[in-house]
């Protein structure tokens, strides 16, 4: 069977901005400084916490060659068989029967250009969503064209239509407030450790920091969980208008 048309790969085509290079070396950096700081002599001569800049300098790397990989290694392949699409690490492959829609969607991050503000994803049907990378508005004009395009070229190739499911919108909309009420426990919790940050310097000051690893390591984490399930049992019930049903 030929491809039909459908056949095309997606891979990055443009660099990433220097802007977004320079932000994120100058964020790493600065709180890497700030970390290996205070994570040197305290003011009682005594050592200090020397946990804070190994393990951040390992959260680093980590974060620098992950963007490394998303951009010379993923990649979107389509074929008349079906969908690859490789990320930093795996791969995943899904037939076209297997396929229930392909969606651009606004990422969370916000509207600003220092990431991509449409993404698109695959959704299988159960529900569940996966990114297809490098089709997004950084690589491409309208990533919405494409789309639209790619499924109509697809269509011959499926043995089921486009036609929306309710028991399948249903568990992506369920996925969807899951992912809203813990981006936003996220939020909450780096706001506690810039409040936690503030109040460890504020300790060491009047020499009253006993805990500090229990005030920047364990209490965010811990405050976002709180607020992420705290959201997620509230949408779950009462979903923003958003994330609301549609007719």
Partial sequence: ??????????????????????????????????????????????????????????????????????????????????????????????????????????????????????????????GRRFLLPHLDDWQLDDPYAEVAELCLAAAPHRSLTWERRPDVEERIRRGAVRRKAWLWGVHGGVATLVVMLFATVALVITERADHPFLLIVCVPPAAGVVLGAVLQWYWGIRPPRSLARRP
């Fill in 1 to 126: 069977m030929g491809d039909d048309g459908v056949a095309r790969e997606y891979r990055k085509r443009r660099k990433l901005p220097w802007a977004y290079l320079g932000l994120l070396g100058l964020v790493l950096g600065n709180a890497f400084v700030q970390i290996a700081r205070f994570s040197g002599d305290r003011s009682g001569g005594g050592a200090g916490h020397r946990w804070g800049a190994p393990f951040f300098a390992v959260l680093m790397v980590a974060a620098l060659a992950r963007v490394a990989l998303e951009q010379y290694r993923a990649y979107t392949r389509v074929t008349a068989a079906g969908i690859t699409a490789r990320g930093p690490l795996r791969v995943r492959s899904w037939a076209w029967s297997e396929v229930y829609d392909i969606r651009v969607e606004q990422a969370p991050r916000g509207s600003g250009r220092a990431a991509p503000q449409w993404l698109t994803y695959l959704y299988d049907h159960r």
